[in-house]
């Protein structure tokens, strides 16, 4: 017999006592309708990818959760409990057990549901769980620090509001210099707008392009839109971890925000669990009625080009793409028409992926997955069902209308490795659209009768006159370009093709700046870059990003160093390339 002596915890007792609290008509009803008939079973990618292990299947998982509610929230479990399979949950073990059902084997994306001839919910139920377990202190360590930082700093990437400004401001630079345009900016602030627009935290960190690609097409609509300063973030992370609370709290400071600038429209760019919190969930959640329109960004961009607000040219979009349906703007929001229709106006070759829209499989990131790394090895071994899904399109691009896929399905993509890139819907409009050329009209200039003509160089001061450049890519075409924009701007530059030489001229030369290609043989850019930030000699240097992989971005701010002062996605052109090193190096 054994001396051990389970402790009983006061965290099941608490979870226990607030769950009669939580007890929701549709919980409850998913509680008590299952037959056991085990039609759902094999919807759940986890159960597809571990077919021998019965804890995967929904209706299992469901059943922890049953046995609780029958054993203190059901007449049959107080009477009969062992007739009706009640029991309950007395420690911290038995937590922990929980834990790795509601976060780790689950990822709340429904297709179970959609499969129960029932109605039950169980993600409904599990999200349940998760709440009540983040109530008593018990969550993947991922979890609680995302809740942190959007409680405490209004995002759930803790992007402080100078980054975030500054970034719109970058972005606002971009566009004016890219349309050739002073008036093409991006509006903060601004009170009255027909629309305002939210973003994720991820495009502010990872992703600046949408931010970009978003501006130029609320520009060339002729849109009267604007940013706000605060409460942008439209994600929440309540949704994922079951905090109501915290749901509400998120989804009030973005309501308060628009209705302070009087906002007529809150449009949603591309992001899935955003759109269901923001629309569907957050006025429950925050108690709130809401009194502008809410819609995401594909509906904006489709009306646009149907209203003739935009042009766009799909031969300019020829590679073959498929799309993947996230499971929260299909499955749970009906979002799936729209993006396809919008698809087909602006690629030239789109493929359906099978199975799609509401029966379309979790890219595996869904339900805050993508923070939870003790969990990412069963993560990924679910994942191959949505590899075979994409690898037997056929297509080279995957688009979807969700950050969170963006993330999942690189992640899926490189596990797996799939020759395939991840792209959102923002991204190919503006690529399509047709910007007509600003004809400027001519200047009228007042000719002295003798002109004295200096030397260029004289007139004009080379603007990276005295700096000195390393320039690091491992194909020589590009290199050339870099190196020869940069002399021909004043700079000094060094060249290297391998990570090795990088860093043994960073260290030898001090440059003022890097230019920086991450995929490269040997010793790789992200590894120079770890390197060089963590040596005291080198940890000054500026560095800019400039990689065609943009799914290494996330490798590259994941690190736990300084981020790299500048981010380019190739290819770069000579006005963006020399605009950016401007802009890191402080010249003007
Ligand atoms: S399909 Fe519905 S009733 Fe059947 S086992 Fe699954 S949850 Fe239960
Ligand atoms: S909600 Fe999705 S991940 Fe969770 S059990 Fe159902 S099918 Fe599986």
């Known amino acids: 017999m054994s001396n051990q002596v389970q402790v009983r ?112 919910d169980f993600a409904v139920v599990n999200r349940m769980m998760r709440g009540l377990l983040v109530s008593v202190g018990v969550m993947p360590e991922g979890v609680a620090v995302v809740s942190k930082d959007q409680w405490e700093i209004g995002n759930q990437m803790g992007v402080l509001k100078e980054e975030y400004l500054e970034t719109l401001e970058w972005m606002s630079e971009e566009l004016s210099s890219d349309l050739d345009d002073p008036s093409a900016i991006i509006p903060v602030d601004l009170r009255d707008a027909d629309v305002v627009y939210s973003i994720n935290p991820r495009e502010v960190k990872y992703d600046p392009r949408s931010i970009a690609d978003a501006a130029k097409i609320f520009h060339m609509a002729g849109e009267k839109w604007t940013m706000p300063s605060e409460g942008w973030d439209m994600t929440n992370f309540g949704l994922f971890s079951g905090d109501d609370d915290l749901g509400g709290a998120v989804a009030r400071r973005l309501y308060e925000k628009v209705s302070e600038l009087n906002g007529k429209k809150l449009v949603i760019s591309e992001c899935g669990h955003g759109y269901r919190s923001t629309r569907c969930e957050g006025p429950n959640w925050a108690g709130m009625d809401v009194p502008f329109v809410m819609e995401s960004s594909v509906t904006t961009m489709l009306r646009y080009i149907k209203d003739g607000r935009i042009t766009v040219d799909k031969t300019r979009n020829t590679t073959p793409v498929t799309f993947h349906d996230s499971c929260n703007n299909a499955r749970s929001c009906g979002l799936f028409e729209e993006p396809r229709e919008l698809l087909n106006l602006v690629v030239t070759d789109f493929r359906e992926m099978y199975p799609n829209r509401s029966e379309n499989y979790c890219c595996t990131g869904g339900g805050g997955a993508m923070s939870m790394s003790e969990y990412t090895p069963q993560r990924l071994k679910s994942a191959r069902v949505k590899a075979d899904q994409l690898a037997a399109t056929g297509a080279s691009t995957v688009v979807t209308s969700c950050h969170n896929c963006v993330d999942g399905l690189a992640d899926c993509i490189r596990h797996y490795k799939l020759n395939m890139q991840v792209t959102q819907l923002v991204n190919l409009v503006a690529n399509a659209m047709v910007v007509p050329v600003r004809v400027a009209a001519p200047e009228v200039v007042a000719v002295p009768d003798v002109v004295a003509v200096e030397p260029v160089a004289a007139r004009v001061p080379l603007c990276l006159a005295g700096r000195r450049i390393l320039v690091v890519d491992d194909e020589p075409d590009v290199l050339a370009f870099y190196g020869a924009v940069l002399q021909d701007n004043g700079a000094t530059v060094f060249e290297a093709t391998d990570g090795d030489t990088a860093i043994a001229i960073a260290r030898r030369e001090k440059p003022d700046m890097i230019t920086l290609d991450l995929s490269m043989p040997g010793t790789d850019g992200g590894k120079v870059f770890e390197t060089l930030r963590q040596d005291t000699e080198t940890s000054g240097i500026r560095i800019c990003i400039i990689t065609g992989r943009p799914e290494l971005r996330r490798l590259i701010y994941d690190r736990a160093v300084f981020p790299p002062e500048g981010y380019l996605d190739k290819p770069v052109d000579d006005e963006t390339l020399l605009r950016n090193v401007r802009k890191i190096l402080e010249v003007n």
């Open 9 to 120: 915890s006061h965290k099941a007792d608490k979870l226990i006592e607030r769950m009669s609290k939580k007890l929701t008509r549709q919980i409850v009803g998913s509680l008590t309708a299952c037959v056991h008939c085990g039609l759902c079973t094999d919807s759940c990618h986890y159960v597809l990818t571990n077919p021998d292990d019965p804890t995967y299947a929904p209706a299992y998982k469901a059943d922890r959760v049953r046995k609780i509610f029958k054993r203190h929230f059901d007449w049959t479990g107080r009477v009969i409990p062992w007739w009706v399979g009640a029991a309950s949950v007395s420690t911290d073990e038995d937590l922990e057990e929980l834990k790795d059902i509601a976060f780790g084997k689950c990822t709340n994306c429904r297709r179970c549901t959609i499969n129960c001839p029932m109605g039950v």
